[in-house]
């Protein structure tokens, strides 16, 4: 300290910056820095600004990090990078799948306990499929933040659909498949519901490049529960899932793939961001 104007000398301070004094001495100067902007200043003027921003850049982005959820940490330990997991984490959308997947569970839990097994059986064919499809059209549906975010960026359009939709595949299929496989009477059923579950979900994106989503979700759901009832009124609602039928599946999602790849091609993008 210079004892005529009552301040850290420029000598002192560069080997305060350069870490060349001792804990003691470096804490009464940093707390004199607390109180003197005039000292402050000084150390400004000593300090490397590249140095500094560095250091200010690695703080903002440590702390503006965001928390991810549950399924985007998974994902991100799957591969997906940083930029793709922050920004569907910036999704309101990506809750209400995992709601859905956690409501379906509990409607299947519940038909099982209270229920004869073929009504909890077609409980959970008919369920299952919808799950992974709802999930879907709700990530499409107006309103989402994320929307907005996509129109006004150069990120590509085709991309985040299709992250979205690989989003609510991993938060919700594993809910679904594992349940059904810990619920009595469900069986290899709790797997034979993915043949379906996907023809539904790949058509729900090839009709989300026409129409908007409560449109598209609302005709496959009634599709799905019309074959399931006509199962149903056969007595025998696992006809649904039998090889012939997964046959029809394998199809529907051959068919569907090759029209969302070309739908995609003449830059038409599911959820009309295109
Ligand atoms: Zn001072």
């Not at 000598?11 to 001792?22: E, K, S, T, V, W």
């Not at 003197?36 to 000593?46: G, I, K, N, Q, V």
């Not at 077609?122 to 989402?144: E, H, N, Q, S």
């Not at 069986?187 to 539904?200: D, E, I, Q, R, T």
Request: hydrophobic content about 55%; overall charge positive.
């Amino acid at each position: 300290m210079n004892r005529e104007s009552g301040h850290y000398d420029r000598a002192l301070l560069r080997r305060y910056l350069g870490g060349d004094i001792g804990p003691v001495p470096s804490a009464s100067i940093e707390a004199h820095l607390m109180a003197c902007p005039s000292c402050r200043a000084t150390l400004a003027e000593l300090s490397d600004p590249a140095t500094l921003r560095r250091a200010w850049d690695g703080v903002r982005a440590q702390i503006q990090r965001p928390v991810l959820s549950p399924p985007l940490r998974a994902l991100r330990r799957l591969g997906l990078t940083e930029r793709d997991a922050v920004l569907l984490n910036a999704s309101q959308s990506l809750r209400g799948p995992w709601v859905l997947a956690s409501a379906a569970v509990f409607v299947f839990v519940v038909a099982a306990a209270w229920s004869s097994s073929n009504l909890a059986t077609a409980c959970y064919l008919l369920g299952a499929p919808l799950v992974p499809l709802l999930g879907v059209v709700g990530a499409f549906v107006t309103g989402d933040s994320l929307a907005e975010l996509a129109n006004t960026t150069p990120y590509s359009k085709v991309r985040l659909s299709l992250l979205r939709t690989l989003a609510v595949m991993v938060t919700t299929v594993p809910f679904v498949v594992g349940f059904g496989a810990i619920l009595p009477g469900i069986g290899w059923l709790s797997v034979a519901w993915l043949g379906p579950g996907l023809g539904l979900t790949l058509a729900a994106l090839v009709l989300l490049t026409w129409w908007p989503p409560r449109v598209a979700g609302a005709l496959l759901c009634a599709a799905w529960i019309a074959v399931v009832a006509v199962a149903f009124g056969r007595h025998d609602v696992v006809l649904t899932v039998r090889p012939h039928a997964q046959l029809v599946y394998v199809a529907i999602t051959c068919v569907t793939a090759v029209a969302l790849a070309i739908r995609i091609r003449l830059a038409r993008t599911p959820g009309g961001y295109a």
